[in-house]
């Protein structure tokens, strides 16, 4: 395992959309397990391939309850509404409010290459938008409720 450098603001990676991920190889492997490093060095709750110069649909995630790593990631189902304060490993020392669904149901692909069906509420819903967002090139701030800037 290795830590990553984590791309900051103003990289221009971090706005474009990742690719699908074909294959579920010792590549993409070694990514995910440096990826969970990285996140843990950095004390964020979640973090997108892109963010370390990856563009591939993967993000790993822990909000407290163990590490949960999505391999193209979509979200296929969502409820309720919250506002609350949102940062960003690449956008260190900005927070902002945004308003995310208060639940979310996700379907991916484990690292063995199975398909997972995850329910997340609050935090974990607000980081699966969050992380799958980086995926399409979209950042917290661009959804930040207009006076909260």
Known sequence: ?????????????????????????????????DMKE??????????????VGILKR??????GDGPISLINPEIIET????????????????EGAVERPKYVTVKALNENG????IKGEDL??????????HLNGVLFVDKIIEGDE
């Open 1 to 33: 395992m290795a830590l990553r450098t984590i791309r900051t603001y103003g990289d221009e990676l971090l706005r474009k959309k990742s690719k699908v991920v074909d294959k579920i190889d010792d590549r993409i492997l070694t990514l995910i397990e």
């Open 114 to 117: 199975e398909e997972v069906i």
């Open 124 to 133: 974990l819903a607000r980081a699966f938008c969050h992380e799958i967002d």
């Open 58 to 63: 993967v993000v790993v995630i822990d909000v």
């Open 79 to 94: 409820s309720g509404s919250y506002i609350d304060e949102e940062g960003c490993l690449s956008i260190p020392g900005k």
């Open 38 to 51: 990285t996140m843990y060095h950095a004390n964020g709750v979640g973090l997108a391939a892109p963010q």
